[in-house]
């Protein structure tokens, strides 16, 4: 379904695309979702898996990789503590320098989940051939890196936007 705005050719174009992006995101995602423990958020999720695949990391650094504010983050990690999922680590030259780490218990969480969502992302995906896969990682990155006109609404300045 595309959209049905009377605006102009490149409006249409632009709202067409946009709708069928984020459709088929949100399609392939909660597909791929399932494959997640009940136990276990898609937020939790991807802190587990930053840390097992990129090791410790500051809390901002995970909220810039996850693209959630630092007050979501925070939520996350206190729950996957809680858990006994992770480990905050204060650095001793400055407290507000916050490092999370796997817990042996998280280690094994992530190990064991991951390639449930690896094998579900595959099967997801493998409806394009490599070619078409590299095409649209390459589109989903320059959509992602594209900056904003000057004077336009980003989303740092309260545009709307959807974070998955």
Sequence with gaps: MGTHYDGTAAEVAALD??????RAAESVASRTHAA???TLTVAQFGVLEALLHRGPLCQSALAA???KSAGNLTLVVDNL??????????APHDRRYVTVHLTPKGRELIEQVFPHVA???????SV??????ATLAELCKK???AAPEPGTLSATAGAPVHSG
């Design 17 to 22: 695309a946009f709708i069928k992006l984020m």
């Design 65 to 67: 990789k996850l693209l």
């Design 128 to 133: 394009l051939s490599p070619g078409e896969q």
């Design 143 to 145: 959509l992602g890196l």
């Design 36 to 38: 997640l423990p009940k």
């Design 81 to 90: 503590e809680r858990d006994g999922h992770v480990r905050r680590e204060r």
């Design 119 to 125: 094998a579900a992302i595959t099967r997801e995906l």
